[in-house]
């Protein structure tokens, strides 16, 4: 059964400070995994796209990691804002068949960040 | 605003009864996915369609059906409604289908079964 691991639960932070979340899947075969930010009441925002072959990907202060062969992905979070505040959520795609791709979406970590 | 229109923003309605949600995708998408969230189970994929055909299909409960009509707008019915189906619905829309493109979500409808 393909599944997806998030860690921490939670975790609350100062503003300015840097964190990072793990994500751990057992999902087959890979197709992709993306990191989504949720804010509390509405729909996920995408940060990162990754495919087998990337290692790294940023956008501003958010850069996830993929090691594909231990099945990790990590969200690193620079110098932290107010705005960072949210659910932060990992999905890992598996090739299906027809060319299809189904989601499995983590629980999500939430993240609180303190002035 | 992604984009994605999702009505009504809100419902309430019994146990039994018949519900239905509607998504508009962005301009020019063809492709919709539909997702679940409660609190004990996280975001679930339920279905997708592209182009008004079936896609994929993920833990889609057999009470519950969508379709893509010719406009390219979907709508997710869920039928004999129980407590548990109380949840955050979400529709996405995409260019095309996954896994490698940007999937843009609505801003979902809060179902509760009372």
């Known amino acids: 059964k393909n599944q997806v691991e998030q860690s921490p639960q939670s975790l609350i932070i100062l503003e300015g400070k840097n964190c990072t979340l793990q994500?751990?899947?057992?999902?087959?075969?890979?197709?992709?995994l993306r990191w989504y930010k949720q804010d509390t009441g509405r729909g996920p925002v995408s940060l990162t796209i990754?495919?087998?072959?990337?290692n790294t990907k940023s956008n501003g202060r958010y850069t996830a990691t993929l090691d594909a062969d231990t099945k990790q992905s990590s969200l690193h979070i620079t110098a932290s804002q107010l705005s960072d505040s949210a659910s932060y959520i990992c999905?890992?795609?598996?090739?299906?068949?027809?060319?299809?791709?189904?989601?499995?979406f983590g629980r999500g970590t939430s993240l609180i960040v303190h002035p | 605003d992604s984009g994605v229109t999702q009505t009504p923003k809100h419902l309430i309605t019994a146990t039994g009864q018949r519900v239905t949600l509607r998504c508009s995708p962005r301009?020019?998408?063809?492709?919709v996915y539909w997702y679940q969230q409660s609190l004990d189970q996280g975001l679930q994929f339920l279905i997708q369609?592209?182009?008004?055909?079936?896609?994929a299909k993920g833990n889609i409960l057999e009470r519950f059906s969508a379709q893509q009509f010719p406009d390219l707008h979907s709508e997710l019915n869920l039928s004999s409604l129980e407590l548990g189906d109380s949840a955050l619905y979400f529709c996405?829309?995409?260019?095309?289908?996954?896994?490698?493109?940007?999937?843009?979500f609505g801003q979902g409808t809060r179902l509760t079964v009372v």
């Open positions: 994500c751990n899947y057992t999902v087959s075969p890979f197709s992709n």
């Open positions: 301009s020019g998408d063809l492709s």
């Open positions: 999905v890992v795609s598996a090739g299906a068949s027809g060319g299809s791709y189904i989601p499995t």
């Open positions: 369609y592209y182009n008004g055909e079936e896609r």
């Open positions: 996405a829309s995409s260019v095309v289908s996954w896994p490698n493109t940007e999937a843009f």
């Open positions: 990754m495919t087998f072959s990337e």
